[in-house]
Structure formats: C-alpha cells, structure tokens
C-alpha cells in the first residue's frame, strides 16, 4: 500500500529555534497533504492543508507566520515551526491524499518537544 | 460543517470478549468514513474505510464497521479482542467535495484489553 515517510520521527529544540519537519509520499505523488497536530490525552487537530506549487490552507486559529508549510513537489511537504515555545510541543503528523480512489494515508508523526 | 462523536474514551474488555467501540458523525454532504488505530508512541494506521457499496466494511486484525446512514453511525467491532489491541482508536469522516477532502476526528477511544 501506499507510504508516507515523516522525518524526524522526535525531535528536540531549544525555545526560540525554528525545526522542520518533511513529509514524503515515498511511491505516490500526492498533490494534497495534510498537517494535523495532537496534543496529549486530545484528537488530532487539523492545522493546514497543502497543495503542491501553491500556498496551504489553514484553519482558522493557527498562526501561518508561525507554522511555515511548504509543497515543493509532489512527494514532499515541509512544515516548520518558526520560533518555538514549549507550548508548541505536540505530536505533529502528515498525511497524503492518493491521486486515485479517497484514500488519506498518515505519516509515523513527528514528536516535537521545545526546552 | 461536520463532526464526529465518539462517546466512550476508555473502553476496557478482556481478552477474547467481544468489543464494540461507538461512532456517530454528522455532515450535510456524502461522506467517507474510517476508522483509524494509534498505538503507542506510533503513527496512525487505517484500519478500515468505507466509501461505498456494502455496509458491512471488513478490515484488518479482524475488525468490522457497518455504515448506518439512518444513524449516522459507523460502529467498530470485533468478536475477539487480543492484548494487541490495546490502543487508541479514532473514528474519522471526510467530505466528498472541495477537492481537499479535510479529514475530522473524533475524539478517539483507549480500548484496554485485560488478560
């Protein structure tokens, strides 16, 4: 089936540094992917929508200046997170939609913890 | 506008019984349907989707959902739960329009599977 890779699986920052994390459909071109972000013992939140060789989407509350979305290609999407807070620890996780058939597949997520 | 609501957060069982982990959703378009599984310190997996067609969905590791449109359920089942399936399951909804197909979670259930 199909495969989304997310690297790095956990990282940590320290407060006021910028880290990235990418996202790759590893044997399909995905020309939406997704960005959700779960905080402990909560569902997993949808913060933007991506579409390659265009700007994301995002929902309403996240801050787009601060989560940094780009969809370079057709197998990779990156978000970064701009001056990080320790209250921007979570567990961030991707998904790609496939070109054929409704089917999202998620990426391994990526723990994010700022110091 | 849609969501999905899954009632119960914890569901113990033990092992070799019978679960049943609920999920009703509501939405004023056609929608997919899925149930996800996260086990710990991991990704999220799809367990099964229902798109179309029959209302009985098989998925893997055993487990079952049937559509119910009057209900607006999608219900996820088993017959004989193993200590494996100790996880967090999510129940989750996507619209067939706008092209980006958001994808809304409930909140999800922890099934503890007791030996």
């Known amino acids: 089936g199909a495969v989304v890779s997310q690297h790095p699986s956990r990282v940590i920052c320290k407060s006021g540094t910028s880290v990235k994390i990418e996202c790759r459909s590893l044997?399909?071109?995905?020309?939406?992917m997704f960005w959700y972000r779960q905080f402990p013992k909560q569902s997993l939140m949808l913060m933007a929508t991506s579409n390659e060789g265009s700007k994301a989407t995002y929902e309403q509350g996240v801050e787009k200046d601060k989560f940094l979305i780009n969809h370079a290609s057709l197998t990779l999407s990156t978000l970064t997170v701009t001056s990080a807070h320790p209250e921007d620890s979570s567990f961030y996780i991707c998904s790609a939609k496939t070109g054929l058939g409704n089917t999202i597949y998620f990426g391994e997520g990526s723990w994010l913890t700022v110091v | 506008a849609q969501s999905v609501t899954q009632l119960d957060s914890q569901v113990p069982v033990f092992e070799e019984a019978p679960v049943e982990l609920r999920c009703n959703y509501s939405s004023s378009v056609s929608v997919y349907l899925f149930w996800y599984v996260q086990y710990p310190n991991q990704g999220l997996q799809l367990l099964l989707k229902?798109?179309?067609?029959?209302?009985l969905v098989k998925g893997i590791n055993g487990f079952e959902a049937e559509f119910n449109k009057s209900q607006t359920s999608f219900h996820l089942r088993k017959p004989s739960v193993h200590i494996s399936d100790t996880a967090e399951y999510f129940c989750a909804v996507s619209d067939l329009g706008g092209g980006y197909q958001k994808v809304t979670f409930g909140t999800g259930t922890k099934l503890q599977v007791i030996p």
């Open positions: 044997d399909f071109q995905a020309t939406t």
């Open positions: 229902y798109l179309s067609g029959s209302t």
